[in-house]
Every structure is written in C-alpha cells, then in structure tokens.
C-alpha cells in the first residue's frame, strides 16, 4: 500500500513514522508548508517531500491520504483526495463546523472510500475493559476532565490556541473523552457551558480560554459534568462513570482503572501502547481488506462527537443549554 501524509507537525511525523513501521506500506511522499520544511521531512523521513498537496496528489500513485493539518485548511484536499478515489485518515476533529463535516460524510459514501478519524483513545484496551465491565449496567452520572499546559509552556504551534485554526480547547482537546463518553453511555443531546481566562489574557490571536466547566445530559437521561484546562501542569484525560452501587474511573493518563464494582475492589494497570499506531494499524487494514468496520470511529461518528463540542461552544456564547444538532 502507498500512503501520504499531508502536515508534517507533531501528529505528521507520528503517523509517518508508523506507517513505516507497517508492513506492506510504504510513504510514498510527504506534504509541508513550505521549501525549509521539505528539507526537514527528506532528512528525517526519507520520503519524497512537496510543499503543494495538488501537485502531490497529481503526479504521486496512493491508495490511502493522511491529513495531520489544521482541520480549518484542509477542505479543498479532502475533496479533491475523495473525487480521485483515495481512502482518507483526517486526524480530529474532523472539521471546525458540521456542514464541511457532513459535506465530507457525503463525499466518502458516494464513492464508496474507507475513512477514518484519530480518535485513538477507542483503541486503547482501557476503554474495551470499561465497556465490558458496565455492559448492562445503568450509568446514572458521567464526569469528564480534560487538562494541558499548553497555555503554560507554550510548548505547541500557536494555531493550538487561535480559535479560527483549531476551534478552541472543546474541539482541540477535550472531544476526546467526550468521544469516549459517547462511546461507553451512548448520544449527548444537550450541553451548558461556560468558559473563562483566569490565568491568560485575551491576547488577540491566542483567543482560547483557559478555564471551561460543562454539563451535558444524554438520551438516556444521564447526566454529565466536564473540567477543562488548558493551563494546568498535569496533563489528565479522565472518563468516570458512576451507577447506584459502582464508580469506575477510566484514568488515559495514568493508563488505570479504579473503582469498585458493589463490594470489588478495582485496581488495573494498561501497559504503555502506541495507540496512534493502532488506530493506523486498523485504517491500513480496513482500506488493505476493504472492511470499513475495522476502523472504529469514521467520518459519520467523528461527526455526532463533533456537534457535541460546538454545542458546547455555542453555550459559551448564548449562556444557555444547547441542543446537539443531529447529523
């Protein structure tokens, strides 16, 4: 199989560097933002590099794209890779409002192409030990956290925190155990949010807060709450899960999971797993065996977590409950 990675930022270099460790694939090129950059991709990756995703697409044979860009500047590849008949892997969130993802839901089924999003954390064995321990279960209360230091350390490209490249903190980080709590409890239908800078001034084009607290309520009736942060040194992404005798918390970071199960005590350790190379293990062989259902979070599934984020961040504006928009 021949692949190609358009960006060539942290996620890019990660998942050109596991597609080489695939068998039977080959980068086939890889795209960057301009001349220095190719430089560096030629040197590190040893693959042909291009500083124009048209020209790539045109004189390179694939079967499978992989976008690592900026969700807000991909559209015209997306379609353009689709009409060609390429499979395509678009890391999250799919895009930065529903309309582009739908019109993107609408692209991969007329033309029949396995699609992917990097949800990864539903390929972490954590979240499998979850779903079988509450199957059958009433879950009568979620809470979420999510927490970076990207405000602190600046450690990140800046279009992290520029709401017009990444969407804000909702989109950029903390959809991923909303993904999970989706995942394990099933749709959310309305969210209440409201978002501060305590630490960080708005600064114009750093324009992400730093502080967000939410409450959602699922179709089921269960309700949720969420922290986020993005200026805090510990880094956690947390799914806990509460019923009228049990607590299970899903603990990403940590790789855990504790709690207890009416008088069970549980205590479990995950080893460290590369799950980007997972997720890529699971696209690859989707598109090699044309089984789409290999791949466990598609366009039209990253879409249904996407409306959750941006009703959120509608509720940052109105200071009301929103409803997710159905897709």
């Known amino acids: 199989m021949r692949v190609a990675v358009i960006g060539f930022g942290t996620m890019g270099r990660k998942h050109t560097g596991n597609c080489s460790r695939i068998e039977g694939v080959e980068v086939a090129a890889v795209v960057g933002v301009d001349e220095a950059e190719a430089e560096i991709i030629k040197a590190e990756a040893k693959v042909p590099a291009y500083t124009d995703a048209d020209m790539m697409l045109a004189e390179v044979p694939l079967d499978a794209l992989i976008l690592a860009t900026p969700p807000g500047v991909r559209r015209e590849t997306v379609m353009a890779a689709a009409n060609m008949g390429k499979a395509l892997f678009l890391e999250k969130p799919i895009a930065l409002n529903l309309p582009t993802a739908r019109e993107y839901c609408d692209i991969v089924k007329k033309q029949s192409l396995v699609n992917a999003v990097g949800f990864q954390l539903r390929y972490s064995p954590l ?66 949010a409201r978002a501060e800078r305590l630490l960080f001034a708005d600064t114009g084009e750093l324009d992400s807060e730093d502080t967000i607290v939410l409450a959602y309520r699922f179709a089921s009736g269960t309700l949720g709450t969420h922290v986020d942060s993005c200026a805090m040194t510990e880094f956690n992404w947390e799914v806990e899960l509460l019923g009228s005798d049990w607590r299970l918390l899903v603990d990403y970071a940590r790789k855990r999971l504790t709690g207890h199960i009416g008088e069970e005590t549980i ?61």
């Open 127 to 192: 979240t499998e030990q979850a779903r079988q321990m509450i199957k059958g279960r009433t879950v009568t209360h979620v809470r979420t956290a999510c927490t970076t230091s990207y405000y602190l350390k600046r450690d990140v490209p800046d279009w992290f925190l520029q709401r017009k490249h990444s969407g804000g903190p909702l989109l950029e980080q903390a959809i991923h155990p909303f993904d999970i709590a989706r995942l394990l409890v099933g749709e959310i239908t309305n969210v209440f």
């Open 267 to 327: 205590e479990q350790d995950f080893p460290d797993i590369d799950l980007h190379l997972l997720e890529m293990q699971a696209f690859i062989e989707a598109v090699r065996s044309h089984k789409p259902d290999m791949v466990r979070s598609d366009f039209a599934d990253a879409t249904r977590t996407l409306a959750v984020v941006l009703a959120g961040d509608r509720s940052i504006k109105t200071g009301a409950w929103e409803a997710v928009e159905e897709v």
